[in-house]
């Protein structure tokens, strides 16, 4: 990794791994002009995955430093690149603070806060697709494929004290590396819920579709591994078995989606609700561009960021 030179404008990076390949590099001039942020633009610092950790700190101090460098979204590394430069930051959040992670990166009054959005946007992305009252109707489970910052960010939207009742009856968690896996269970654990937790170690895509077999009709089942957007393949094998009525959510929105296609080629048999990650893309990228600017995005003009993402996503096909 190389750091980009300093700002001439001000500026949002996207701290990621192949951000020249994201739909946010056309989308955030379109977006930016919707909300008046004269000159404003983005750019990508493309980062291995579990990189050395002074490479974090130094993407983190060289955003700190330089004046027009505004801030950051950070995707794949939220939690190494806490890990490595938490000390680096005036302010964290209390997600941040509770989940180990940054996923937003921002400047306020002189000092460099992190925050993690994700529960926020995970939330605001499911009761997009999510009907009212669905986990009281059917007591459908929960299976997350990957323990990283999206999984747990969803386990505390999902678990929170706001929705009483009205929770998934278990929620499962799997991952191919043990450290992380244990370090998802330890966060969780943190958190004051009825709500059953499991966790297994599944190493190869076989292990999963073990799982997948055995949820509950109306079970809600989500790739939170990065598989088939950085990385080819899928969590699961083309001969796995989606819940009946089920509903898939492919957290990615760009890649081969091959866990995306292999829910669709079951869609019909068994009664399956299929959602890719546009919708969480974009409230992903909204929340961040709001505190790295300053700037409320919600309603009407929220409403038009995304009638331009869609419109772009219709011309892409």
Not at 113 to 123: M, V
Request: charged share 25%; proline share 5%; with cysteine.
């Amino acid at each position: 990794m190389s750091l980009p030179p300093k700002a001439a404008q001000p500026t949002l990076y996207f701290i990621g791994v192949t951000t020249t390949q994201s739909s946010i590099m056309k989308l955030f001039p379109l977006w930016a002009r919707e909300l008046g942020l004269k000159d404003a633009a983005i750019k990508g610092i493309d980062i291995e995955i579990h990189a050395d950790p002074q490479i974090y700190r130094d993407c983190i101090q060289f955003i700190k430093d330089d004046p027009l460098s505004l801030g950051a979204l950070v995707t794949t590394h939220k939690i190494d690149l806490y890990n490595a430069g938490k000390d680096l930051f005036e302010y964290l959040d209390p997600y941040a603070a509770m989940f180990d992670e940054i996923s937003s990166i921002s400047k306020n009054e002189g000092r460099l806060e992190g925050y993690a959005k994700d529960p926020i946007s995970s939330g605001l992305s499911l009761e997009a697709f999510i009907p009212d009252n669905f986990w009281n109707d059917y007591n459908g489970e929960i299976f997350i494929m990957g323990a990283g910052g999206s999984a747990l960010a969803i386990s505390s939207h999902l678990t929170d004290k706001k929705h009483g009742d009205n929770v998934p009856s278990k929620i499962i968690i799997s991952n191919r590396s043990e450290p992380r896996l244990l370090s998802a269970e330890k966060l969780l654990g943190q958190i004051d819920t009825s709500v059953e937790f499991e966790y297994h170690l599944c190493p190869d895509p076989a292990d999963n579709d073990a799982i997948l077999k055995r949820l509950k009709p109306y079970s809600l089942v989500i790739n939170a591994t990065g598989l088939g957007k950085d990385r080819p393949g899928s969590p699961l094998t083309d001969t796995c078995e989606f819940p009946q009525n089920g509903v898939v959510w492919e957290l990615n929105y760009r890649g081969e989606l091959d866990f995306m296609h292999q829910a669709l080629k079951q869609k019909d048999m068994k009664k399956l609700h299929v959602e890719d990650g546009w919708i969480y893309f974009i409230h992903g990228w909204t929340q961040v561009i709001a505190e790295v600017f300053h700037t409320g995005i919600k309603g009407e003009i929220f409403d038009r960021l995304e009638k331009t993402t869609m419109d772009l996503r219709t011309a892409k096909n």
